[in-house]
């Protein structure tokens, strides 16, 4: 019985090919599902930071320029620093199906991450990741956005660690016009 010399190879192939078409569990989009309702999500964030009494050391930089302050969780300041991640709302129904979800489990921890992805490049924001712990809490929440066309350019990088820091980084560059560059951090840490 002649065995044929490529059969492992078309197994490794196959086998290949099977794992490329399927990256992860992936489902629609799951609208008004609990990880999907980031604004309601960012609500209670910033009524647990309130009441936290967690001191908030802010730094901005604009086009090279620092400057840093510490800032009392007050509700002005708290809705202002989180009102671009309140803003992504992609259970607006205009957005149904917009999103592919991908969950992508961490079998050594027990945590997971949950990716929504936008099906067409026009879509805003392009993607959110949400990292979640053991117990399905989110613990850090990621999002990119971005336009581009002939005469403008928008990128921001949102990034939230539960409690503990927010980043939010925007690049815009308008035809003619200088860029601007605007990196903000905030770091939440207790009272001394």
């Not at 969780?73 to 309140?86: A, E």
């Not at 991450?113 to 117990?135: C, H, K, W, Y």
């Amino acid at each position: 019985m002649k065995i044929n010399p490529y059969r492992r190879l078309y197994i490794a192939l196959s086998a290949i090919t099977l794992l490329a078409c399927n990256p992860g569990r992936q489902q629609p989009a799951i609208h008004n599902g609990t990880h999907s309702d980031l604004k309601a999500y960012f609500e209670k964030e910033a009524r647990l930071l309130q009441q936290s009494g967690l001191q908030l050391h802010k730094s901005v930089v604009l086009n090279g320029q620092q400057d840093s302050t510490t800032l009392a969780p007050d509700s002005t300041q708290v809705h202002h620093l989180l009102k671009p991640f309140m803003d992504v709302d992609i259970n607006k129904p205009s957005l149904q199906d917009a999103y592919r979800t991908d969950t992508i489990p961490d079998l050594i921890n027990g945590s997971s991450s949950v990716m929504f992805t936008a099906r067409e490049p026009g879509t805003s924001p392009q993607q959110i990741i949400l990292n979640l712990d053991r117990e399905g809490r989110i613990a850090t929440v990621n999002i990119h956005k971005s336009t581009r066309n002939l005469v403008y350019e928008y990128q921001q990088n949102l990034f939230y660690q539960h409690l503990k820091s927010i980043r939010i980084t925007t690049l815009q560059k308008i035809a003619f016009l200088q860029p601007r560059e605007l990196d903000v951090k905030v770091l939440m840490a207790p009272k001394n």
